[in-house]
């Protein structure tokens, strides 16, 4: 019977190979992308458990080995926004434990860097960069220390000395492997946090095979009125319904299989290029990016098995009576019940608002269930809306092609919703996923800090209400920050232990920063000072948080210009014409001299989250471009197919002297009512679906997308009237005479 099968889906010419073609196209662009989706989401979790080493100085660890201790001081960096993760390192002994990527512990005055690191210290002048890190390069640290090809990273040797009075310093007897239980600010090596990226990436792979499956459908129904009169001949002759089942399901099995081993093959080739995107906010490694042995069988398993449940749905009217296809039945009209799937989608991502699972499993179970249940109820509800609005048209219209098309469209709603069901899912999929995205990024990714500030580079320690302070800062090295180009201004931030300016009222505030005016003057980003006042009382966290203040005046503070020279510092602050090289000069100039503070930028900060953002405006671009067009794909292939079934009807009308317009404005219609109809509660369901999973996940308020959503779901929508209108022309040449006479 499968052999029979095989050579009936092969013996209809040009259009059969053309209608395989189809199928195994559509199922090969499926299988490619999802199982590139599942090695994303394998390569986040490899990324991470990469770079757990990084804990290794958290306090909360708890892990002990019965070997000499390594002594240990992690602290970051940044260079451009980019985090640098250093190590500073030093073995008590030839058993001391060695970080991951090394075959050794580095010895004092030398360092290990990543290879983008190593690559940054040749490519950019010293005085940006290397002369951050005294000693000299000793090698590379291997991929196994590296959650990414972009990561900056490297291990130093140091004396046990040097390393155990650097504040954090600990001593370990085993590299970490694990993410702490608590992190105190030293913890580097978190991650990327699963449950956004997850969550996203789940609920596009199961948005990206739905339109898919429509695609397999709508293809499979090609010729579909002529394949059901054949299947019913069958039935006539004393084939039994499996037997016609088994028939009907063996073609979309076969272009399925052939389309499921070229979306492997797709898969392979697109490997390198999705390791490419920075999803995370960096790139994966290409053998990051495999595939479990449960995925690939899934997917080599379950895409077939789609295929043929796709075909058998599509064709399932000829197993019912051989007379199923030949007495053209009106098709029972259906009923509103077919709502409930899509209300109970609704509804459930409306319960999780408040109710959000406390685990990244259930949060994901939650969440992709909603989804997936608000997709299908849209595919589900499609006919009875398209029903409901082809009957209150009716009702309004007297137009003959209007009347003729929605009294078909409210005889037939499913066959006039199949057309389209396609660019449904793909503007909810396309709608759900700009407004997720685009609402995390109004929310993370803009840079904090004004424009000012900006152009502003501040050393502190890590702890800015910590005891650690600078004695003195000494002229040379003020004098070689304003030698660097493009320098503005510098102050430094004294601090008197006897609490000059604090506010009496509140004992247990901090002291304010005591600046010379003279120097406040040069930062005017800052404010300023009072008229007449040689010092001012200016808040610690005004230099901190990198906050601009200009035209702020701050009191003056009750000490002279000379006491306050003389008082410790605990943070410098200078500004820049803004360029990168004046700020990363600074930031060196600044690190060298005193090794156990920091030096922040606004940009430090928020580049981090700018640049996984932008791998999720990628990811959103991917969902566009892949939607659309196999949503496009199916609503020309369903239309062509519809035009194809009809032909003989159609051919009649043109002889009883109906106009050719005539005819080509009813099919238009047909299409056109759904399309705009569906789509619309499609859109409006997209963002409720998103605002549902934005409040409950992140706790966001839905923020509208932009401009480019808009024009691009009406260039959409436009386009998909222009494939309508490009099939028009096809009525002339499949309804002439000879249509009508061998139908």
Known sequence: MIHFALRLAVSGGKEALFRLAMIAAAVAVGVGLLLSTFAGLNAVDRANERQLWMNTGAKARTDTAQVDPLWWHGHGDYYQGKTVFEAEVAATGPTSPVPPGLSKVPAPGEYYASPALAALLREVPAVELADRFPGRPAGLL?????????????????????????????????????????????????????DAMTLILSVVAGALIFPVLIFIGTATRLSAATREQRFAAMRLVGATPRQVSVISAVESTAASVIGTVVGFGLYVALRPLVATVPFTGDRFFAADLSLGALQAAGVALGVPVA???????????????????????TPRPPSARRLVPLLLGLAELGYFVDNRPPTTNGQTAAYLTGFLLVMLGLVIAGPWLTMAAARTVARRTSRPATLIAVRRLADDPKAG?????????????????????????????????????RKAVVHTP???????????????????????????????????????????????????????????????????????????????????????????????APVSAADVAGLPVKMIYATTDGSSSAMEQLRTLFTKAYPT??????????????????????????????????????????????????????????????????????????????????????IGTGFAASAMFLKSQMSYDLVSPGALYYALTGLGLAASLGIIAST????????GPEAARNG
Request: proline share 7%.
């Open 417 to 453: 919703f199949r057309s389209v069901a396609g660019l449904v899912l793909a503007l909810f999929v396309t709608t759900a996923t700009v407004c997720v995205i685009g609402t995390i990024d109004e929310n993370r990714g803009a840079l904090s800090g004004d424009p000012g500030t």
């Open 728 to 735: 028009l022309p096809l009525l002339r040449r499949i309804t």
């Open 597 to 682: 503070l920091t030096s922040r930028m606004v940009e430090d900060w928020g580049t981090s989250a700018q640049r996984q953002l932008a791998g999720w405006r990628q990811l959103a671009d991917v969902v566009l471009l892949t939607t659309l067009p196999i949503a496009g794909c199916s609503l020309a292939v369903s239309v062509v197919a519809g035009l194809s079934d009809r032909r003989r009807p159609f051919a009649m009308l043109r002889l009883t002297g109906a106009p050719l317009g005539l005819l080509q404005r009813v099919v238009g219609l047909e299409s056109a009512l759904p399309l705009l109809l569906v789509s619309a509660l499609s």
């Open 462 to 556: 890590r702890d800015y209400l910590g005891p650690l302070v600078i004695d003195s800062v000494s002229d040379s090295l003020l004098e070689r920050a304003r030698a660097v180009p493009g320098f503005h201004g510098i102050a430094l931030a004294h601090i008197d232990p006897a609490g000059i300016g604090k506010d009496p009222a509140d004992p247990d505030a901090y002291p304010p920063a005591l600046v010379l005016c003279s120097e406040l003057a040069q930062i005017p980003v800052i404010g300023h000072c009072a008229p007449g006042a040689s010092v001012a009382a200016v808040p610690l966290w005004q230099f901190v948080n990198l906050q601009e203040a200009v035209g702020e005046e701050w009191p003056a």
């Open 142 to 194: 291997g991929d196994e220390a590296l959650p990414s090809p972009d990561t900056l990273s490297l291990v130093i040797g140091r004396t046990v000395d040097e390393v155990r009075a650097a504040p954090g310093a600990v001593a370990v007897t085993t590299i970490a492997t694990a993410v702490p239980s608590a992190c105190d600010d030293d913890c580097y090596g978190q991650g990327v946090r699963g």
């Open 307 to 329: 295929a043929a449940l796709a075909a058998r749905f599509a064709l399932r009217r000829v197993t019912i009576s051989p007379l199923g296809v030949t007495r053209r039945v």
